[in-house]
């Protein structure tokens, strides 16, 4: 009773007045009551009566007309829609019974929707003798603000068998599409057809099961034999332990042997014979609110309609195993993550999608509105970091779509639409410098189902509601915005635009802004981000420049291996972009000007083509002018007759270009490839990279292959663009995949990725049936101050398979990040034997730093080892300094040190000296401090990283 410190009658009961606990009316629709007022659960009590109550609320269960006697209880229903409770009461003859009432309301069906009215209070029954329920008398409920009324109203007491509450079912001939229902939540009245409350989104479901009545008896459960928990009646199994109800002797606990009476009552199946129920139809569809009462030990297990369930992990509700989201919370189901579904899980997520579009554009046209975005306001802070700081902020003018200007020609006398057959010279860039973004837009414009796969509302919408799909970080994301659109003075879109009055362009624009913080974040980046956030798939960075730094010939730049890379990417169809005067190249601005290129900026790989010997590659630039001047231009002398009629050069109205490989490697810092393959699975797993070797804190993945099947790792971190330039602060990523040994503990090496400061790092590998085990790795972050835990930096892992695969994140064992980057150095390492019994492993060229391990063979000498980094740049120690001594121990491996590269963008430098001597003891002796074996020595922070290991 919710107002039982408030009600002196609850608080102090007189002693004549027998102890009661009211169970609550059913809730659950029947046939008979489906076209008259109703008992809806708010407060009535004995107070007069003042109002009439328009609002309908069918989803509440009349209470069956029926006549029952009572010995001290009469109930006159007269003029009331208020029939009899689900059970008999029993009072002593004489005895003054007070029926106790909370949370009721009357209610009529009326078209309006307003609030129902409220009181509380207690009403007492002092007649002997016999209660008449007439059901004629249903259809006669009319009260006025001026009319009273006296309630008299059984209720359940504690002397009746728990059978009898459930006699009460709702029919399975209902037409339950019929049939409104009021909102738990909100109280509001939606339609028989509507699975969510049009007002606040509430579930259907929750506000007609009876698993949510929070006045059911406290000793209605069952408890588990082996664990002891309690569980509801309706849970088949234990929810902790998951065992079997089957197993039970007795069915209910509490307390007392039975939550009625003190008697010991077995649990028998004939307890529910009278319930009323089609044994024929076994599952229930919940999302249409027929709620089947009877427990998994009254189904027929041989039954051949029985679907097998699945439980909810946020609201332990068991759903059908054709559902994929839950019908009662609305989350999408778990395990989805763990194992690639039948169905990619970006369907799932754009069925909960489409339910909150339906319920924007209802009520916006509802309210005869159009859709605003307050999330993402029509203002300067959704343009710039700091709108204060721009003098011109307020120039800009945000307009819906029918108030933008275009333009006289002929888009002028369009309508607007989504899409018009979409094709890479329809993208026109705006003032902003987003071309990585827009670069990949044209790429995918030249795949129609991959520019839908990214518009989720594919047609116009009057009310301005879009939703698009787009990969943050690694994760799906469904986005939502409005069509006010940032316009200039005169009107016209301000950023960037689509021939044909398209909307594909500044909708997806928009999103990625909104994703990001603001249109300001957008400026710069490289094609490559733009192809993994649009497509969700696996992407790779071919590099078209040697490093200054030399390097073995096995890795000097293979441009036939690049071309090969080239032609076999395009005949996959997979997307490209290439990237010009990027990286750490030397530019001449005015070369590449008088080229018709432009520096540090990203282009569409549209086609390669290899035609008589001549080794050709189709660009656009994004501006959709501007464009290549030299060989194989539009109006080179190279092109013969027979050539310009296959590859058709365009012309440079629409920025598309030819251009010769041998420019491309001249010019171009790099080749961005996406490979978006139909098909395939994946699987997304997210973790923590902290910044410290814990094994609290750690990760990995291990993985089962059945059969042979081409895998692509993907490791991503959380996302800078946020934040201003100058305070963005990335990870190095490396992701590097073992076999698997006893479990999880690491074998032998089988595929890493680059080890680079980017938002993220991938690699492929054809792998055999067996088990491997992924470990991603970080180490810039380490050793700069995050003791927050819930500040630690996270990762997702994307795992794209041609064929099915298990994955399972685990806690590593001990010390696997020292046995991870031992075992690289082993495999990818440059061997130094520094004398007899001792090789030391140094990783450098491409891992984004320095990695030093020292292999000590000898079976009973330590061996000194004194690393001296100190004249280094730009780099970040895992041992918290750049000079280290540390003792290695016979027959073990020990990582000494790891620098890593502070900033992706900045350059840096490494100078390390080695210095190493034997000893007959462990003991850092002259070295160090006396007593200690490392300095600095090894704490809870580096040990997992830098303790030796034995061979």
Not at 183 to 211: D, H, Y
Not at 681 to 692: A, D, H, T, Y
Request: glycine residues 6%.
């Amino acid at each position: 009773v919710d107002n039982w410190a408030d009600n002196e009658a609850l608080r102090n009961p007189s002693h004549n007045q027998k102890p009661s606990y009211r169970r609550s009316f059913s809730e659950l629709p029947t046939s008979q009551n489906l076209h008259v007022p109703n008992i809806n659960r708010r407060s009535l009590g004995n107070e007069i009566l003042e109002s009439a109550f328009p609002k309908s609320s069918t989803s509440m269960t009349d209470i069956q007309a029926s006549q029952h006697s009572f010995d001290g209880i009469t109930a006159r229903y007269s003029n009331l829609n208020l029939n009899r409770s689900t059970s008999d009461i029993t009072c002593n003859e004489g005895a003054t019974a007070t029926t106790l009432y909370t949370y009721i309301g009357i209610s009529e069906p009326e078209k309006e929707k307003t609030h129902i009215y409220e009181n509380q209070g207690i009403v007492n029954a002092h007649n002997k003798g016999k209660s008449d329920l007439e059901s004629d008398q249903h259809d006669k409920i009319s009260l006025n603000w001026n009319e009273s009324v006296e309630l008299q109203v059984p209720i359940a007491t504690l002397d009746q068998d728990l059978d009898d509450d459930f006699q009460l079912l709702p029919g399975d001939d209902s037409p339950v599409d019929d049939q409104k229902w009021t909102c738990k939540k909100c109280t509001l009245v939606n339609s028989g057809r509507s699975l969510i409350c049009e007002a606040c989104c509430g579930s259907k479901l929750r506000s007609l099961s009876m698993s949510n009545d929070m006045t059911l008896r406290k000793g209605e459960f069952w408890s588990c034999t082996k664990c002891t928990l309690k569980n509801p009646l309706t849970a088949p199994t234990c929810k902790a332990c998951k065992t079997d109800k089957n197993s039970l002797d007795v069915a209910l606990s509490s307390r007392n042997p039975s939550p009625r009476h003190g008697s010991s009552k077995k649990y028998n199946k004939s307890s529910y014979a009278n319930a009323k129920v089609n044994h024929s139809q076994k599952v229930v569809n919940r999302s249409r609110s027929r709620i089947n009462l009877m427990t998994d030990l009254d189904q027929n297990p041989t039954s051949t309609n029985v679907i097998k369930a699945w439980q909810c992990m946020i609201c332990t509700f068991e759903n059908t195993k054709s559902h994929i989201i839950c019908d009662m919370c609305q989350k999408i189901r778990e395990d989805i993550r763990t194992t690639p579904p039948d169905e990619p899980s970006r369907l799932s997520q754009e069925e909960l999608a489409n339910k909150h579009w339906n319920y924007i554009v209802r009520y916006c046209k509802l309210k005869k509105q159009s859709y605003v975005d307050d999330s993402f306001a029509p203002s300067p802070s959704s343009l710039y970091y700091n709108p204060s700081e721009i003098k011109d902020a307020h120039t800009v003018k945000w307009k819906r779509l029918r108030d933008i200007t275009v333009d006289d020609g002929p888009d002028s006398d369009l309508a607007w639409a989504v899409f018009r057959k979409p094709h890479p010279s329809d993208i026109s860039q705006g003032v902003l410098g987003n071309c990585w973004l827009l670069s990949a837009l044209a790429v995918l414009a030249e795949r129609e189902d991959l520019i839908r796969a990214v518009l989720i509302t594919r047609d116009f919408c009057q009310q301005g509601v879009y939703q698009v799909r787009l990969c943050k970080d690694g994760n799906w994301t469904t986005v939502l915005v409005d069509d006010y659109f940032p316009c200039d003075k005169k009107g016209h879109l301000f950023y960037s635009q689509a021939k044909r009055k398209q909307l594909w362009v500044p909708l997806i624009e928009k999103a990625v802004a909104k994703i990001h913080g603001c249109y300001e974040a957008l400026v710069s980046g490289r094609a490559i981000e733009g192809l993994a956030t649009l497509t969700g798939a696996p992407c790779e960075s071919i590099p078209l420049q040697a490093s200054s730094i030399p390097a073995p010939a096995e890795e000097e730049l293979d441009t036939d291996l690049i071309w090969a890379q080239l032609l076999s990417s395009r005949q996959a169809l997979f997307l490209m972009g290439a990237s010009c005067g990027g990286g750490n190249m030397k530019v001449d601005e005015v070369e590449y000007q008088n080229k018709g290129l432009r520096p540090r900026h990203a282009y569409s790989l549209l086609d390669v083509r290899d035609v008589d010997g001549h080794r050709l590659l189709k660009l656009r630039n994004p501006w959709g002018h501007f464009v290549w001047k030299g060989d194989w231009s539009d109006t080179s002398e190279k092109w013969t007759r027979s050539l310009r009629m296959e590859l058709m050069p365009e012309g440079p109205q629409d920025g598309t270009f030819w251009i010769s490989f041998n420019d491309v490697l001249k010019y171009f810092d790099c080749i961005d490839i996406c490979k978006a393959r139909n098909g395939w699975n994946e699987v997304r797993l997210s973790g923590i990279l902290p910044p410290l070797s814990s094994q609290k804190h750690l990760s990995c993945i291990l993985l089962t292959i059945l059969e042979p099947t081409e895998v692509d790792f993907t490791l991503f971190q959380e996302g800078q663009r946020k934040s201003e330039k100058s305070q963005r602060s990335q990870l190095d990523l490396c992701v590097v995949l073992f076999r698997a040994r006893n479990g999880s503990t690491i074998g032998s090496l089988v595929e890493h990725s680059k080890r680079q400061v980017r938002g993220f790092v991938g690699c492929n590998k054809m792998l055999e049936a067996g088990e491997y085990v992924v470990v991603p790795l970080a180490f810039n972050h380490w050793h700069t101050g995050l003791e927050d835990l819930t500040a630690y930096p996270r990762y997702v892992l994307a795992i794209h398979s041609s064929k099915k695969l298990l994955a399972e994140q685990l806690t590593p064992p001990d010390c696997i990040l020292a046995d991870s980057i031992i075992s690289l150095t082993l495999a990818r390492g440059q061997r130094h034997e520094g004398r007899e019994g001792m090789t030391a492993y140094y990783l450098t060229k491409g891992w984004a730093g320095l990695v030093v391990m020292v292999e000590n063979r000898h079976e009973n000498k330590w061996i000194h080892v004194k690393c001296d980094c100190q004249e280094s740049y730009n780099v970040v120690s895992t041992r918290g300094t750049l000079k280290t001594v540390d003792s290695v121990p016979p027959l073990t491996r020990q990582v000494i040190i790891v620098l890593t590269q502070l900033e992706g963008s900045g350059g840096f430098s490494i100078a390390h000296r080695l210095t190493h001597r034997l000893a007959n003891s462990q003991g850092l002796y002259d070295w160090g401090p006396s007593g200690t074996c490392h300095n600095p020595e090894l704490d809870y922070q580096t040990s997992g990283l830098h303790t030796p290991r034995l061979f």
